[in-house]
Every structure is written in C-alpha cells, then in structure tokens.
Nanobody
Framework: QVQLVESGGGLVQPGASLRLSCAAS????????MGWYRQAPGKERELVAS????????NYADSVKGRFTISRDNAQNTVYLQMNSLKPEDKAIYYC??????????????WGEGTQVTVSS
C-alpha cells in the first residue's frame, strides 16, 4: 500500500506563488512516476504536471507551461509543484498521483486526498 500526503495549498492573490508538496510512503520501491492533477468544480480532473524515473522526464499541461515546475526529492520520496504567476483559472483541488509497477503488465495508481488552491483578488 502507498500513502500520499499533500500540503501547501491555500488562498493567494493573482500573480502570487505557492509550492505544493506530496510525500509518499509505504511500499514505494516500484515507483515509476508521480504527478499533480487538479479538478475544478464541474470540470473533469486534468493532468497538471508529471515526472518520471529514472530519467526525470517532465510533462506539463499547456495551461501551466512556463509558470509551474515539478520536481522530485528522491531522498525524501517527495514531489513538489512550484506554482508561479497564479491565475484565477488555477483555482482547483490539486491531487498528488503516484504510479507504481504492480506486476509485469500492471501499473497501480494511488491518489492523495487533495489540497485546495484558491486564487482570488
């Protein structure tokens, strides 16, 4: 089993910055990728950013490119999402995601409970 605990959300003004953190624990020896998703009211959950191992390939949604940066602290099994130049459109619940190899042909997904990000003047 894998546990993901997010932190760092809050209420900020447009143009401000936040850094989200996600700490992974449990059976994480087969961790392949981690990422951040977000879901706004009435909308589908969407991928914000992801990072893979061992080569740390990153991917970003077009809406956040140039503003958000995902990074990983391997020693602490933690992934971060640095969010700069926040916009009201970024308001959502942000969820940490981890993908683990569960077998030869299976990848298991794990989710955190989410952290609220609100951007409002």
């Amino acid at each position: 089993q894998v546990q993901l605990v997010e932190s760092g959300g809050g209420l900020v003004q447009p143009g401000a910055s936040l850094r989200l953190s996600c700490a992974a624990s449990g059976s994480i020896s087969s961790l392949n990728a981690m990422g951040w998703y977000r879901q706004a009211p009435g909308k589908e959950r969407e991928l914000v950013a992801s990072i893979t191992r061992p080569f740390s390939t990153t991917n970003y949604a077009d809406s956040v490119k140039g503003r958000f940066t995902i990074s990983r602290d391997n020693a602490q099994n933690t992934v971060y999402l640095q969010m700069n130049s926040l916009k009201p459109e970024d308001k959502a619940i942000y969820y940490c995601n981890a993908k683990l190899r569960g077998g030869a042909w299976r990848v298991d997904d794990y989710w955190g409970e989410g952290t609220q990000v609100t951007v409002s003047s």
